[in-house]
């Protein structure tokens, strides 16, 4: 038991530090936020789980998998609502990005750097 | 010395996953203090928090004491509504 708990607490912890490489790697904001949101919630999603797994206990079980959905609730929702504040107030995307779908929808341009 | 037991897994578990975590943190902090707009700053304060639940879930583990667990209940609620107020904030507010 305490190896799977050993497992999911590196792969987890693994996955944490790929959301914050992701964060300080990538070439714009909405990439960030993307690398931030998923990978963060499912790295922490895994630490819970190797808790829960640990304790044993209902309690604590019950602790960790209110935490997850919660994460899982909230996660997307800030999400959405940063991304949209930063287009609106037209934060760049990479100059590479392939479609804008919201620009075009508007008839707006895209709000992109120079490549 | 908190590792003397290092033959066991989650010792060794506990260790590697920490310099993941710290590594992590670092990584966050540098985006923060570089950040070009202030939506790389929010997001990575996000991710911060995110880290920081991390780090109280380890300690749980780690000195065994699930009460920890309610503190990273509170840093999860808390989190959220400042990255919200945040982007309504610096996005204008209301409906467009």
């Known amino acids: ?115 | 010395m908190y590792f003397e037991e290092l033959g066991t897994p989650l010792a060794i578990a506990t260790l590697i996953g920490s310099l993941f975590l710290l590594a992590a943190l670092s990584l966050a902090l540098v985006r923060i203090v570089r950040g070009p707009t202030a939506f790389d700053r929010i997001v990575a304060l996000d991710l911060t928090g995110g880290i920081c639940l991390c780090v109280i879930v380890f300690f749980a583990i780690h000195f065994d004491q699930p009460v920890l667990l309610d503190a990273a209940f509170a840093i999860a609620l808390v989190s959220f509504l400042a990255t919200v107020a945040f982007a309504r904030y610096l996005g204008g507010g209301g409906e467009q």
């Not at chain 1, 990439?31 to 797994?53: C, E, Q, V």
């Not at chain 1, 609730?73 to 107030?89: K, M, S, V």
Request: a neutral charge; hydrophobic letters at 55%; glycine letters at 6%.
């Open chain 1, 1 to 115: 038991m305490s190896l799977i708990v050993a497992i999911f607490l590196i792969v987890g912890a693994f996955f944490a530090f790929v959301a914050a490489l992701g964060v300080i790697r990538l070439p714009d904001f909405y990439m960030r936020m993307h690398a931030a949101t998923k990978a963060g919630a499912f790295g922490a999603t895994l630490l819970l789980l190797a808790a829960a797994i640990h304790f044993g206990s209902m309690r604590a079980s019950i602790t960790s998998l209110l935490i997850i959905v919660f994460f899982y609730l909230t996660t997307p929702i800030a999400a959405q609502i940063i991304a949209q504040a930063a287009y609106r107030t037209k934060v760049p995307l990479w100059g590479k990005t392939g479609k804008d779908q919201l620009a075009e929808d508007e008839g707006s341009e895209s709000p992109r750097e120079e490549s």
